[in-house]
């Protein structure tokens, strides 16, 4: 038994529906512009409308808002970007053959089609309406029931009139008809629980755009006469009709043409309007609707306002909020697409019982690879046994190794042994290469093993010892050279007077002590060289 997205038994059928049912026509580009003199009692009774089941003015309002008010037609992008932005994949029900051959199917048939991209941004455009549907167009190819295309449905012509589900308005049956199996994707996007018509965030944030609606109205009739002098007219108490027409004709004009006459027994007198007067009232009005609309689609202001409260340490905050929000859409999206997409395609190619591919987004925050590198590599120096390397593998997306398949491996450099000295004579230099780079490329000082995973001989210990305690000796030598060079950097206005101030102290430096430690140095190590070398002789 088989149920829709609404809990609805669907019956089982043997071929797809290949009928074009939501017919485009030419009075889809109009609207009835019903956010024309919008008021309170005008959205309430739209609203109302809508929860009787006639959501066809609610829906073209939503268009409207998105149109007239670029605040939110940014923050609604911003939503629907996130998403669309991360990549996606189709994953087989288990590693059976047969699902994974029905995963490479539906991923084919997928691929296949001509803007499954822009079928996703529509899909998405649920979150600010409460659903969205797209229309399965069907067709055979090579014996089996592929998807061709997917067509966009404006989400006016849907209606839950006398209904508990969505029915689609045709040209011939205005009151809708029924939903067809298999035949439409329908996404709803649950913001809130209660019924679809009521679950868009378009209808939480439309009271704050009537608002801002307002406010912007009364800020460009303020803007209007801001600044402007108020010009105030005066006349003799004697004055006739005609003076008195005279003289309003006159400030009328110069309001408009910046010009006028009037008789020298009148008098015009330009008085300053007060600065700002009003205008704090409207910006702080308009940024209060701004950031209440951005609380509702992002859950958060502090990516899209700027003020004296906000931080970057707070935005990090609120964008883990705004992660919340991303993942719950994808998740909400991928059982859409896994339910009314992928399902149809498995269960009229492959039966009806047979397990469904996943669909899933790449919503996860990527690790830092170098650093996680780090820790596992500090982690097996310490001598930690127990990672397991199938982990290693999925955590660098990196995959295992058929059996036979030829893998990179870094150089490895054989334990230092007597044998492979084979004597000293003549052969110094060769023999201080090899000791300087098996030591520099394998050190391991945790755990005294060379990263072959060979433990060290005593001679390489002793040698490592001795360079221990040379570098412990050259401390005390460099410490007070170290502070003078500092004391030059600081004291320095660019980095070409820091170098001259470095080259000026060279001379001064005291050179003997690290000098006798380096020859000590080398001759402990040649004499251990050839101690080696002869049998520790």
Not at 43 to 67: H, P
Not at 131 to 160: C, Q, V
Not at 200 to 207: D, E, M, N
Not at 364 to 378: F, H, M, N, V, Y
Request: hydrophobic share 40%; proline share 4%.
């Amino acid at each position: 038994m088989i149920y829709d997205n609404f809990g609805k038994e669907i019956a089982v059928q043997k071929k797809p529906d290949d009928r074009v049912l939501a017919v485009a026509s030419v009075r889809d580009r109009f609207s009835g512009y019903p956010s024309h003199g919008l008021t309170p009692q005008k959205l309430a009774n739209i609203f109302k409308a809508a929860d009787g089941g006639d959501v066809y003015s609610q829906m073209e309002l939503f268009e409207e808002m998105e149109e007239k008010d670029t605040h939110l037609f940014s923050i609604l992008q911003t939503r629907k970007s996130a998403a669309l932005g991360l990549d996606f994949e189709i994953e087989p029900y288990s590693d059976d053959k047969k699902d994974i051959e029905i995963k490479e199917f539906v991923e084919e048939n997928i691929n296949n089609l001509p803007a499954f991209e822009e079928n996703l941004f529509d899909l998405l455009d649920a979150i600010g309406k409460g659903y969205s549907a797209l229309e399965i167009m069907w067709d055979i190819k090579d014996g089996a029931n592929i998807i061709k295309n997917l067509g966009w449905i404006h989400p006016r012509k849907f209606t839950w009139n006398n209904s508990m589900f969505p029915k689609l308005l045709t040209e011939k049956e205005i009151n809708g008809i029924d939903l067809p199996p298999f035949k439409f994707i329908f996404h709803r996007h649950r913001t809130k629980s209660g019924h679809p018509t009521r679950q868009g965030i378009l209808r939480v944030a439309s009271w704050f755009y009537l608002f801002k609606n307002y406010a912007v109205k009364d800020w460009l009739a303020f803007a209007e006469v801001f600044g402007m002098p108020l010009r105030l007219g005066k006349y003799d108490t004697g004055a006739t009709k005609e003076d008195k027409d005279a003289l309003i004709n006159a400030v009328r004009s110069l309001g408009s043409d910046a010009a006028g006459i009037i008789s020298k027994s009148t008098e015009i007198e330009f008085i300053e309007a007060a600065k700002n007067s009003g205008r704090d009232v409207y910006d702080l009005l308009v940024s209060l609707c701004n950031a209440e609309m951005s609380k509702a689609v992002l859950g958060q202001t502090l990516t899209t306002q700027q003020g004296e409260s906000g931080s970057y340490s707070l935005g990090q905050v609120h964008n883990d909020v705004r992660r919340d929000l991303l993942e719950a859409d994808c998740e909400m999206l991928a059982k859409t697409i896994r339910q009314d997409l992928i399902r149809p395609l498995v269960g009229f190619n492959f039966g009806w019982d047979a397990p469904l591919p996943w669909f899933k987004f790449h919503y996860e925050q990527q690790a830092d690879l170098q650093a996680e590198a780090g820790k596992i590599k500090t982690l097996t120096e310490a001598g930690v046994k127990t990672i397991p390397v199938r982990w290693v593998h999925e955590k660098f997306n990196i995959p295992m190794p058929e059996n036979g398949e030829e893998t990179i491996n870094p150089p490895s450099i054989p334990p230092l042994t007597k044998g492979d000295i084979g004597g000293f004579n003549g052969q110094a230099n060769k023999y201080d290469s090899y000791l300087t780079s098996h030591i520099s490329r394998s050190l391991c000082p945790v755990c005294m093993v060379n990263k072959a995973g060979a433990a060290f001989t005593p001679e390489q210990q002793a040698i490592e010892g001795l360079a221990d305690k040379s570098l412990k000796e050259a401390e005390d030598a460099f410490l007070k050279n170290e502070e003078a060079i500092l004391e030059a950097v600081e004291g320095a206005d660019s980095f070409e007077d820091a170098m001259t101030r470095i080259l000026e102290l060279y001379p001064d430096m005291n050179m003997d002590s690290l000098s006798g430690i380096l020859e000590r140095g080398t001759l402990m190590a040649g004499l251990f060289g050839k101690y080696a070398a002869q049998g520790n002789v």
